[in-house]
Structure formats: structure tokens, C-alpha cells
């Protein structure tokens, strides 16, 4: 089946430090990739996507290139606030011939903690 | 204003009772989604629907029902059978075909005494 492994957390960073968050897949096929990040006690908000291999997804500052000949997905940010601590989802999907589409795989999440 | 509404956002209830998670949509989404949450655990996918009167099982389906008689909504039923039924369940919903992006709702934390 289909799989999404992230690296564990919590990650604590500095503010204005580079942020990497890694993401691999396994899957049969080439899926869409997505970032979604989560607020305490909140909903999951898209934060960028990939829909082919070496698409580069981009928003507020996040990057995260499709790395077929990798299985990857890893999301990067230059330089980080405190308000981007949060926890960061990666996920896959595939979307049938027809448009329709089965639920996301998800990763199990990445604590992200931003330090003043 | 516009959006995917889940309710209540915090859900006591006894076990062995049965209970209805709300969600409603007015954004002309033809998909919908269940996940659960638990800490550590990431997402998973309970059920799911593409269109009106019609749903599909997720990953862990077992000790959940679901209807969708209506476009805008697609509630949850937590059955005396799930096992361990306290998390964060949320709900999402997908464009027309050819998008796949998903939106999710503020979730609903349930908590079984």
C-alpha cells in the first residue's frame, strides 16, 4: 500500500533559522504530494502542493520540490518566525482517469517549535 | 461566509452510546471525507463519499456508519463498537473532478467516559 514517512519531532529551531522538514513515499505510481500544517486545536490548512515530478509547490515562504528519482517531497523555509510553530503534515494522493480521488495518505506529522 | 462547519467542537459520551458527528459544507464541494486523529498517529481515512447517496470505506471503517442524502453534508456515526473511539475526528471535502486538493473543518474532539 501506500506510505508517507516524515521525520519524528519535535523540531526546535531559532527564529530566522533554515528549516527542513523530510518527507519520502512509497507508492505505485506517481501521486500529488501536499504539505498541510496544523494549529493547536485547529483544522488542517493546505500549505503547498506538487502535482508532478520535479513540480516545485510554493506559499509564505515554504518550498517543496517533487524529487521522483527520490520518492521526496522535503519542505524547506529559509528563515523561520515564531508563528510558523506548528505541526506540519505530509500527504499523497491519487486521482482516478475520471477525476475522483480516494482519501489522503498521510505521515504521521512534525512538531515544528520556533524559538524567539 | 463560506466553509465547512463541524459541530460540536467538544463531544462527551458515555460508553456503549452511539453518536453523531455534524458536517455541513456550502462550498459546492462534491466530495467529502471522515479522518481521525490521534496524538502521534498522523491521519487516517474512515470513510468517504464522491457523490450524493453514495460511500466507500476508508482504512479503519470498522465501528463507523456514515449517510449522505444531501450534498452539503455528511455525518458521522460513532457506534458502541468502536473500540477506542476518543480522538479528534475531522472532516474534509474535495472540489469537482479534476481537483484534488481536500479542505478540512475545524474538527470535533471526542471524548468517551
Known amino acids: 500500500g501506500n506510505s508517507v514517512t516524515q521525520m519524528e519531532g519535535p523540531v526546535t529551531l531559532s527564529e530566522e533559522a533554515f528549516l527542513t522538514i523530510n518527507c519520502t513515499y512509497t507508492?505505485?505510481?506517481?501521486?500529488?504530494l501536499f504539505w498541510y500544517v496544523q494549529y493547536p486545536g485547529e483544522g488542517l490548512q493546505l500549505l503547498l502542493k506538487?502535482?508532478?515530478?520535479?513540480d516545485k509547490g510554493s506559499n509564505k515562504g515554504f518550498e517543496a520540490t517533487y524529487r521522483k528519482e527520490t520518492t521526496s517531497f522535503h519542505l524547506e523555509k529559509g528563515s523561520v518566525q515564531v508563528s510558523d510553530s506548528a505541526v506540519y503534515f505530509c500527504?499523497?494522493?491519487?486521482?482516478?482517469?475520471?477525476?475522483?480521488?480516494?482519501?489522503?495518505?498521510f505521515g504521521k506529522g512534525t512538531h515544528l517549535i520556533i524559538q524567539p | 461566509d463560506g466553509g465547512i462547519t463541524q459541530s460540536p467542537k467538544y463531544l462527551f459520551r458515555k460508553e456503549g452510546q452511539n453518536v453523531t458527528l455534524s458536517c455541513e459544507q456550502n462550498?459546492?464541494?462534491?466530495?467529502m471525507y471522515w479522518y481521525r486523529q490521534d496524538p502521534g498517529q498522523g491521519l487516517r481515512l474512515i470513510y468517504y463519499?464522491?457523490?450524493?447517496?453514495?460511500?466507500q470505506k476508508g482504512d479503519i471503517a470498522e465501528g463507523y456508519s456514515v449517510s449522505r442524502e444531501k450534498k452539503e453534508s455528511f455525518p458521522l456515526t460513532v457506534t458502541s463498537a468502536q473500540k477506542n473511539p476518543t480522538a479528534f475526528y475531522l472532516c474534509?471535502?474535495?472540489?469537482?473532478?479534476?481537483?484534488?486538493?481536500?479542505?478540512f473543518g475545524p474538527g470535533t474532539r471526542l471524548t468517551v467516559l
Open positions: 474534509a471535502t474535495r472540489r469537482a473532478s479534476g481537483q484534488n486538493e481536500q479542505f
Open positions: 507508492a505505485t505510481g506517481y501521486p500529488s
Open positions: 506538487a502535482t508532478k515530478a520535479d
Open positions: 500527504a499523497l494522493i491519487f486521482t482516478y482517469s475520471g477525476g475522483g480521488a480516494d482519501g489522503l495518505t
Open positions: 462550498l459546492n464541494h462534491d466530495a
Open positions: 463519499s464522491q457523490i450524493v447517496n453514495d460511500f
